[in-house]
Structures are given as structure tokens and as C-alpha cells.
T-cell receptor, first 113, second 115 residues
Framework: GDSVTQMEGPVTLSEEAFLTINCTYTATGYPSLFWYVQYPGEGLQLLLKATKADDKGSNKGFEATYRKETTSFHLEKGSVQVSDSAVYFCALIRGGTASKLTFGTGTRLQVTL | EPEVTQTPSHQVTQMGQEVILRCVPISNHLYFYWYRQILGQKVEFLVSFYNNEISEKSEIFDDQFSVERPDGSNFTLKIRSTKLEDSAMYFC?????????????FGEGSWLTVV
């Protein structure tokens, strides 16, 4: 079945550091890929997405490129802020009616001053 | 921006009691979901719902769980006899169709605490 593997957290960075959170996936066909973010005490917010190979999703300074050859969708940000502290979930969905999102385990990011 | 809304935001219930969690999906969306997240753990799929019937359900979604779309706007999750291990954040989500139909939007969640 479908699966998403994320790097273990927590990831602790100083403000303005470069961020990479690795995500790889296993799925048949051509899934769409997503990053969701969960700030402390809040729900799941869509951060960015990519729907086909070589697409780059971007939002709020975060980027991720859909790499079919390596089945990866790594999340990057050039300069993190304290306000980026949250849990980041990589997820995929295949096409078809009522397809569900499959989530990775989440990676907690802690940014310090 | 349209959003998925959930009520209650937090509910405390005694073990064995019935609980109903309510959701209003985004208007004109056609696919509806419930997920749950036990504190600090992974987001787990429970059930998907389309065209007034369950499309898929996980092993977690046993006979104690049911979903319903009683009218044109609400989507509910019922837990008939709650157990301690049902304590979790429950997320409702919805998805449209067409060009943007592959994106699932989540509500803020309902915290359920079973004591």
C-alpha cells in the first residue's frame, strides 16, 4: 500500500538557519504530494503541494520539488524563523474518487533565537 | 476563504458514553473524511464518505463508529460507547473535484478526552 516516510524529529535550528525535512514515498501511479503544518494547539494547515513530477510547490518561503526518480518531496526553507516552530507532515493522495491522504509520521521543528 | 468548521472544539466524556462530533465541510465539496491524531502521534485515516455512503474505512473504524450526513451541510462522526483509547484529536476534512479536487482541507479539530 501507499506509505510516506519522514525524517525523525525533533529538528532544532537557530533562527535564520537553512531547513531541510526529508520525505520519501511509496505509491502506485502518480500521486499528488503535500506538506501540511500543525502549529502548537492548532489543526492541520496545507502548506504547499505538487501534483506532478518536477513540480515545485512553494508558500511562505518553504519549497518542495516532486522528484519521481527518487520518490522524494523534501521540504526546504532558506532562513527559518521562531514562528516556523511546528510539526510538519508530508502526505500523498492518489487519484480516483474518495482517495484518502496518507500521512508521514510528522517532524517537529523547533527554532530558537 | 472557505473553511471546514468543527464542533465542539473540546469534549470530555465518561467511558461508555456516546459522542457525536460535528463538521460542516466546505460548501460544494463532495468528499468527506474523518481522521484522528492521538496526542503527539501520527494522523490516522478513519473513514471517507462520498455520495452518501462510506467509500473506505480503516481498521480503526469498527462497529463503535458511524458517520452520517443528515442534511446538506453537516457531516457527523458518532462513537457509540467511548473507550479510554478513543481520546484523541478528531479532524474532519473535505475535498472538491475537478482541477483542485486533489487537495483535502482540514478543520481545526475536536479534542475528545475520555475519562
Amino acid at each position: 500500500g501507499d506509505s510516506v516516510t519522514q525524517m525523525e524529529g525533533p529538528v532544532t535550528l537557530s533562527e535564520e538557519a537553512f531547513l531541510t525535512i526529508n520525505c520519501t514515498y511509496t505509491a502506485t501511479g502518480y500521486p499528488s504530494l503535500f506538506w501540511y503544518v500543525q502549529y502548537p494547539g492548532e489543526g492541520l494547515q496545507l502548506l504547499l503541494k505538487a501534483t506532478k513530477a518536477d513540480d515545485k510547490g512553494s508558500n511562505k518561503g518553504f519549497e518542495a520539488t516532486y522528484r519521481k526518480e527518487t520518490t522524494s518531496f523534501h521540504l526546504e526553507k532558506g532562513s527559518v524563523q521562531v514562528s516556523d516552530s511546528a510539526v510538519y507532515f508530508c502526505a500523498l493522495i492518489r487519484g480516483g474518487t474518495a482517495s484518502k491522504l496518507t500521512f508521514g509520521t510528522g517532524t517537529r521543528l523547533q527554532v530558537t533565537l | 476563504e472557505p473553511e471546514v468548521t468543527q464542533t465542539p472544539s473540546h469534549q470530555v466524556t465518561q467511558m461508555g458514553q456516546e459522542v457525536i462530533l460535528r463538521c460542516v465541510p466546505i460548501s460544494n465539496h463532495l468528499y468527506f473524511y474523518w481522521y484522528r491524531q492521538i496526542l503527539g502521534q501520527k494522523v490516522e485515516f478513519l473513514v471517507s464518505f462520498y455520495n452518501n455512503e462510506i467509500s473506505e474505512k480503516s481498521e480503526i473504524f469498527d462497529d463503535q463508529f458511524s458517520v452520517e450526513r443528515p442534511d446538506g451541510s453537516n457531516f457527523t462522526l458518532k462513537i457509540r460507547s467511548t473507550k479510554l483509547e478513543d481520546s484523541a484529536m478528531y479532524f474532519c476534512a473535505s475535498r472538491g473535484q475537478g482541477a483542485y479536487g486533489n487537495t483535502i482541507y482540514f478543520g481545526e479539530g475536536s479534542w475528545l478526552t475520555v475519562v
